[in-house]
């Protein structure tokens, strides 16, 4: 089980990102383009997802593309959903308390390459190696 303690350490320790504040949760963003956030379900959504939506806290987390999104709703979804809302946009909504940690982390740092500059993306992937 994953905590916002877990997502902000991870997200905060990928370069250049910023953590804010405005509205109703923490967003992370790397170069002001937003790769994660805290997404309270709305009324909407769990009007859509009826006895599927998840009580717990949920993260948003920008993918690549819908493919890759496609592609986690259908290995795990116990943990990753989505809503009318976020139809035909990357964006996946993961349920916290259901994801482990090291999926956790393979999905913030997908979402930090999927808006980080060319450049801060190919030089973080070159320092890991």
């Known amino acids: 089980m994953a905590t916002w303690d877990d997502v902000r350490r991870i997200a905060l320790a990928l370069p250049e990102t ?43 987390a920008r993918v690549p593309d819908l493919g890759v999104k496609e592609a986690l709703l259908a290995d795990d979804p116990a943990v990753y959903f989505t809503t009318p809302h976020f139809d035909g946009y990357p964006m996946i909504l993961a349920r916290l308390d259901a994801i482990q940690p090291a999926d956790l982390e393979e999905l913030l740092v997908e979402a930090w390459l999927a808006q980080a500059p060319k450049r801060l993306a190919a030089q973080y992937l070159a320092d890991r190696r």
């Not at 805290?38 to 806290?57: F, H, N």
């Open 18 to 60: 910023e953590e804010t504040r405005k509205g109703l949760g923490p967003k992370w963003t790397v170069k002001g383009k937003l790769f994660a956030l805290d997404r309270p379900l709305r009324k909407a959504d769990v009007e859509a997802l009826g006895d599927a939506a998840p009580d717990g806290p949920v993260l948003g």
